[in-house]
């Protein structure tokens, strides 16, 4: 009698281990950055035109503290325009799920700001209110806010009925059903939507301090772009893809503190 082997069910499963999950993406890179090397040396193209990767390593580290320094004010108006974003977003995502006139009433307004093209309102920010923080913050804002409340109010949509059903029979107000049943079965949605939105932060910033700021990462870029240091602008351009991937990492750490019942 031959035995015959079964493929273990999905749950008997074994999950692949933290490193194992980040292995494929880290070879991937590390194939697209030793091809990027050869072709560079091989070619012989003109370091303006393209640098190799160590150049680019090496040139950043010699220019760090320049790039240190145009890193702080990102740091900076990406953090406030964050959190002005998350702040209107959860008053709005709230609001909107309470009221059914304002759900209809906002909603268009909120997808026909996402229509308008972030090229042209920068400028225009830049313009009314200056060379300051605000400005910045509100493109930073404006691009953002929306994923947030979208998740969250569709998060806010898909609640456990039968969980609502049995407050309601108990006498529980909406308020009640909000605070022990929406909200936190809306958490997975507004997770999701966080992961998304703090990716697009980081880029708004850029963006605006590149069509006007005193310092930042887009100023930095535009500098050394004019003086076609195009080594020191795609070190500028690491410098934002790592702090993307910091503050996207850090939504994992605030939702195991904040909803540790969320498994992924």
Same mark, same amino acid.
């Given at each position: 009698?031959?035995?015959t082997l079964?493929?273990p069910?999905a749950?008997?499963?074994p999950?692949?281990?933290r490193?194992?999950?980040?292995?494929?993406p880290v070879v991937?890179i590390? =194939?697209?950055?030793?091809g990027?090397q050869l072709g560079v040396?091989l070619?012989?193209? #003109? $370091? !303006? /035109?393209l640098p190799?990767?160590?150049?680019v390593?090496?040139?950043?580290? #010699?220019?760090?503290?320049?790039l240190?320094t145009?890193?702080?004010?990102?740091? !900076? /108006?990406?953090?406030?325009?964050?959190?002005?974003? =998350?702040a209107?977003?959860? /008053? =709005?995502?709230t609001?909107?799920?309470?009221?059914?006139w304002l759900r209809?009433a906002?909603l268009p307004l909120m997808?026909?700001s !996402?229509?308008?093209?972030?090229i042209?309102?920068a400028?225009?920010? *830049?313009l009314w209110?200056?060379f300051?923080?605000l400005p910045k913050v509100?493109v930073?804002?404006?691009v953002?806010?929306? $994923?947030?409340?979208?998740g969250? /109010?569709?998060?806010?949509a898909?609640?456990?009925r039968? #969980?609502s059903?049995l =407050?309601?029979?108990m006498?529980?107000?909406?308020w009640?059903?909000f605070r022990y049943?929406?909200?936190?079965?809306a958490?997975?949605?507004f997770?999701?939507?966080l992961?998304i939105g *703090?990716?697009?932060?980081?880029t708004? @910033?850029?963006? #605006?301090?590149?069509?006007?700021? !005193?310092a930042?990462l887009?100023?930095?870029?535009?500098q050394?772009?004019?003086?076609?240091?195009?080594d020191l602008?795609?070190a @500028?351009v690491?410098?934002s893809a790592? *702090?993307t991937?910091?503050l996207?990492?850090?939504?994992?750490?605030?939702?195991?503190l904040v909803?540790p019942?969320?498994?992924?």
């Open positions: 009698m031959t035995a079964e493929r069910p749950a008997a499963r999950v692949p281990r490193p194992a999950r980040w292995a494929p991937v590390a =194939l697209l950055l030793v990027w040396t070619s012989g193209v #003109a $370091p !303006q /035109v190799s990767p160590l150049r390593v090496e040139q950043g580290w #010699a220019n760090r503290a320049a240190w145009n890193t702080l004010p990102t740091l !900076q /108006v990406t953090a406030v325009g964050f959190a002005l974003s =998350l209107v977003g959860w /008053v =709005l995502a609001a909107v799920d309470f009221s059914p209809r906002l997808i026909a !996402q229509t308008l093209p972030i042209a309102i400028p225009l920010m *830049i209110f200056g300051g923080l509100l930073i804002a404006l953002t806010f929306f $994923p947030i409340v979208v969250l /109010v569709e998060g806010f898909r609640t456990d039968e #969980a059903n =407050l309601r029979s006498g529980a107000s909406r009640t059903e049943v929406r909200l936190p079965g958490l997975p949605s997770f999701t939507a992961r *703090i990716t697009y932060a980081v708004g @910033a850029i963006f #605006a301090e590149y069509v006007g700021a !005193q930042g887009g100023i930095f870029m535009n050394q772009k004019n003086s076609f240091r195009t602008v795609l @500028a690491g410098v790592v *702090i991937l910091a996207f990492a850090l939504t994992f750490l605030v939702q195991r909803a019942w969320i498994r992924r």
